[in-house]
């Protein structure tokens, strides 16, 4: 039979079998395979393989060596070994169980030697992994494509999720497959941080159909950038594409900066001194309490305010000053922040709209400006959640460990996505970690991804970091993620019935934005 994979020859628990294969049987790690029969049939992940040969042990093998070194030309045949040379297999399997409901309950005795094992078959596998709810599918089972993967999307979306990835795994290519996913099929608003334009790219459908019409018709994209570079940036994107993305500035007024963010901001580009850091302290949230200075787009407006404050906590013109300064320089050099009345402020409620999908598309601004603005918007949206003004609503951060850096290392950002992660749920605001290097990543937030879609991740404190912050990932999972092929991922978490090997979707509705440049090819053009 082609689905024979072997039989069981020794019970280690109820959940765990030996098992062997016959002379030239195969099978690979990680595939899933049925045990048992009629009700007592149990679903079975394979963990472990050796390769193994009925006529050469290992003391066999010592004196072969031998005799090939003096003449490699010599057939077994011709020492007496004839008949049937395969290897077979031997392994072992942890039972998954069979579901009931929404879990998988496992056998509470052992089962027999002599068990006969079978890859899972096609029904069976449906059987077992029926989404049980509102659900996306982002690809197929890795061992038999054509059984369809499906995530769940309460699970995925309000316990938060994260995609994590090597440079050139398909990270970016699976977020847009989940993006797709949703928004074909429901009405769920969507913000991407994008800090390198990726994702304009999904407004650009692949194909006259009406599903690539539906995803493309939900896309918004937002620029944060001085008028003269989101104008270049356009044009480039449609020669590019041969299309028009038609996207809008995006920006806030200097006052949205809470204090903890103007201090951070302004001590990583200039270093403050202990009387301007505590004239800041001090004053600022007059500002940002003060409703004509906070809408105001005059510096100098916010400048007269925070003299006031001056007086009172400092001697001495100097400090105050030199901060004036350097809130000049600050206000004069942030692409995100209004200089002009006619520059639009941006509003929560044209960001996060019931059936839109919003691109923010933060690429060619600085690192620390990117972290600031993710700062101001997305605590934004969290009130605008808290306050019920916008919709339930799903996050996604790209390049994650620039905002959420593991350790004591702070940024502008990193306060607010972990209140994310923590109360987000509460408020249906959702959360998508995307990132290469999880072990750049504040443990925190990970840990609070309770879905985790982990793609080939070769480095070895990136796989340690993975299995300290996740209770789903195993030893045994982690030989299988080293090795996984692009495009391929392992799914472990609350959106899925079991850890699952899974091939992402390839084909996709809209066209795709991410790139691994050829340093060739690009040669040409020169």
Known sequence: ???????????????????????????????????????????????????????????????????????????????????????????????????????????????????????????????????????????????????????????????????????????????????????????????????????????????????????????KIFVVAEKTIQESSDMLFEEKFNKQRDSERLCVNMADLETYQIIYLMQSMFELSEAQNRILQAGWSDITDDPDIKSTTDIEKIIEKLEEVASRVTKGEAAKNILNTKLRL??????????QVDDPRADIKDIVKKGQVTVIDMSGMEVLYQQAFIAIISNKILRGRMRREIPPVLTIFEEAHRYIPSGAEFTASKPTIKRIAQEGRKFIMGMGIISQRPSRVDSDVLSQCNTQIIMRLTNPNDQKYVKQVS???????????RTLAPGEAYLFGSAVPLSLPTQIEADRLTLHGGYTPDIVDELQKF
């Open 1 to 219: 039979m082609d689905n024979f994979a072997g039989t069981v020859y020794e019970t280690l628990s109820t959940t765990r079998v030996r098992f062997s294969t016959k002379p030239g049987g195969f099978v690979s790690s990680g595939e899933l395979v049925e045990i048992g029969g009629g009700d007592r049939k149990q679903l079975g992940r394979i963990i472990s393989i050796e390769r193994r040969n009925y006529l050469i042990d290992q003391d066999g093998a010592v004196q072969l060596s031998s005799l090939y070194d003096g003449d490699p030309s010599i057939d077994t045949k011709t020492m007496g070994i004839r008949g049937d040379f395969r290897d077979h297999i031997v392994g072992e399997i942890e039972i998954i169980g069979r579901r009931d409901g929404n879990i998988f309950k496992r056998p509470r005795a052992p089962f027999n030697i002599g068990e006969k094992i079978f890859k899972a078959s096609r029904e069976f596998l449906e059987e077992q992994l029926r989404p049980d709810a509102q659900s996306i599918a982002i690809g197929t089972f890795r061992d038999n494509h054509e059984v369809k993967v499906h995530l769940n999307l309460n699970e995925l979306i309000s316990k938060h999720f994260c995609v994590l990835a090597m440079t050139g795994g398909g990270k970016s290519w699976t977020i847009a497959v989940i993006i797709e996913a949703i928004a074909k099929e429901y009405d769920i608003p969507i913000v991407i941080f994008d800090p390198h334009g990726e994702y304009s790219s999904l407004c650009c459908a692949r194909g006259d159909t009406p599903d690539a019409a539906s995803v493309t018709g939900k896309i």
């Open 471 to 481: 209770e789903h990932v195993t030893d045994s999972d982690l030989e299988e993620i």
């Open 330 to 339: 600050l206000y004069r050099d942030a692409p995100f922040i209004r200089k």
